[in-house]
């Protein structure tokens, strides 16, 4: 053996041999169709995406006639059926892409075995559309599409984060946007929305939405109130029950004098106040006392804010004072009459009132009002009933005390003024209601005056004081007390 190998002819011989037996192996399944007999077959492979290489997306927006292309192919059916299709690689090359329109031929790359035939690649090439890419700010507005629940209202979204939206895009795309928007899609909810993420969308002037638009931030969290209507009513509190007999009210000061009351809005138009109820039973001293409120619900509505409010009342020991001299006002004249006041004498009457001394300083004969009414009466003498109206929490000494005024109507020849008369027989007209005055050492407070002709009064603003006219008292000691009784 070693000596035909150290013969250079059998070497040569080997050599050649083994090279025509590798040259085979390679070249019986690689040699091009029209050079070999090995069983090859055609394929189409649509939908190959085109790749876009080496573009400048900070700089540039670009966009393309095609966005994929279709393939002919041919090779062994081994190579065809099991290469997946993401072997086949289609790319377009932007390196060098200037703003402007080009066109430029497609590369490709296929599997190992696989060739191209018939048209190869459908497009081989695309036109190219480039443009500088620009960004502008745009407001974020929010709206809402659909209804709430029945009744209930849609209130202002809150969106988070606050401000604006920068949209880039093509110059000439972003001159088309007008605004940046999200929606919200309410369907019978009753509830408010919150944390809600929603997407930023891009509109031009007619509503239609720009699809290519990049929108920085792309979303935001928006919280949306839905409620029921609400109105903010004035807190009157009214009384129930008396206090001891040697007490009286001084004043009655609420925490706020305002409620809120949730309901429909047909409801809401049938309230102009909120009264809470307080029992004078409970206090038995004087002195200021905290009582708590529980407000309830007004009929027909859903709720009611705050539920409960503090109150503080002040009562004092009674006191009584009386004032002399207080003049008598004739109303309710009709056309056709004069009228004028034939007693008691002086036009006037004495009054002795009850009610916190701190009250009675501050009362005077310009703080009560009493009135002769004689609307309906014609000609003639009457017996008419007198009508006082005093100051809140002040009362009648004397509730029992019947005052009347006997008031002359005569018939004139000619209409006169509805009026009363001066002590020449002249008619003039209604004396206003006297206007509260400060009272000495207490600032700027004013004392109010209230009906005795209600059971149930109502306080005025908050203060220490009362500062408001609640109506006229009939002096048969019908009305209101200092000390809670008859209805405070």
């Keep these: 053996m070693d000596k035909w190998m150290k013969n250079n002819n059998f070497n040569k011989i080997l050599a050649l041999a083994l090279a025509i037996i590798l040259w085979t192996i390679v070249h019986v399944d690689t040699a091009p169709t029209s050079q070999t ?15 876009v290489k080496g573009f400048d997306e900070e700089k540039y927006v670009m966009s393309m006639d095609a966005e994929s292309v279709r393939l002919e192919v041919r090779g062994k059916k081994s190579d065809l059926t099991f290469k997946f299709s993401d072997a086949y690689k289609v790319w377009v090359d932007l390196s060098n892409v200037q703003p402007g329109d080009t066109t430029i031929p497609l590369h490709y790359s296929l599997p190992s075995g696989v060739i191209l035939e018939g048209t190869g690649i459908t497009p081989n090439e695309v036109n190219v559309h480039v443009e500088l890419r620009n960004t502008k700010a745009f407001p974020i507005s929010v709206i809402t599409k659909g209804e709430a629940a029945a009744g209930y209202l849609v209130g202002t979204p809150v969106v988070q984060p606050a401000g604006t939206a920068e949209v880039t895009m093509a110059d000439s795309e972003l001159s088309k946007v007008a605004k940046v928007q999200a929606v919200i899609q309410l369907n019978g909810e009753s509830d408010s929305i919150t944390e809600n993420k929603l997407k930023l969308y891009a509109y031009d002037s007619s509503g239609n939405e720009i699809k290519d638009a990049v929108i920085e931030p792309s979303s935001v969290s928006v ?3 839905i409620t029921l209507p609400s109105k903010i009513l004035p807190l009157d509190i009214s009384f129930t029950g008396q206090l001891p007999g040697s007490l009286a009210l001084s004043g009655v000061t609420p925490e706020q004098d305002t409620v809120t009351v949730y309901g429909t809005e047909a409801t809401l138009a049938s309230l102009s106040s909120y009264e809470a109820t307080l029992d004078l039973s409970t206090i038995d001293s004087a002195g200021t006392k905290q009582m708590k409120l529980e407000l309830t619900t007004p009929k027909g509505t859903q ?32 056309k056709g009459l004069t009228a004028q006041i034939t007693g008691p004498a002086g036009k006037a ?10 009250l009675l300083n501050q009362l005077n004969r310009d703080n009560i009002s009493v009135v002769a009414d004689v609307v309906g009466l014609g000609a003639g003498s009457h017996e008419v009933v007198l009508h006082v109206s005093l100051p809140r929490f002040i009362s009648m000494s004397n509730a029992s005390q019947r005052l009347t005024a006997t008031v002359e109507l005569l018939a004139e020849a000619t209409p006169a003024v ?13 004396t206003p209601e ?21 059971t149930a009064t109502t306080t005025p603003a908050p ?13 048969n000691g019908t009305g209101d007390s200092a000390n809670g009784t008859g209805g405070t």
């Design 37 to 51: 007999t090995v069983n090859t077959e055609s394929k189409t492979i649509e939908n190959i995406k085109i790749d």
């Design 223 to 225: 919280e949306l109130p």
């Design 303 to 334: 709720k009611i804010e705050p539920g409960a409010v503090n109150v503080s009342v002040v009562t004092s020991e009674i006191a009584e004072k009386t004032i002399d001299s207080i003049p008598i006002k004739l109303e309710g004249v009709d």
């Design 349 to 358: 009457v004495t009054l002795t009132v009850s009610g916190a001394p701190n």
């Design 418 to 430: 509805s009026g009363a008369i001066d002590k020449g027989g002249s008619v003039i007209a209604p």
């Design 434 to 454: 006297p206007s509260a005055e400060p009272a000495s050492g207490q600032g700027s407070v004013t004392v109010p005056t209230q009906s005795s002709e209600n």
């Design 463 to 475: 203060t220490d004081i009362p500062a408001e006219n609640n109506g006229t008292t009939d002096v």
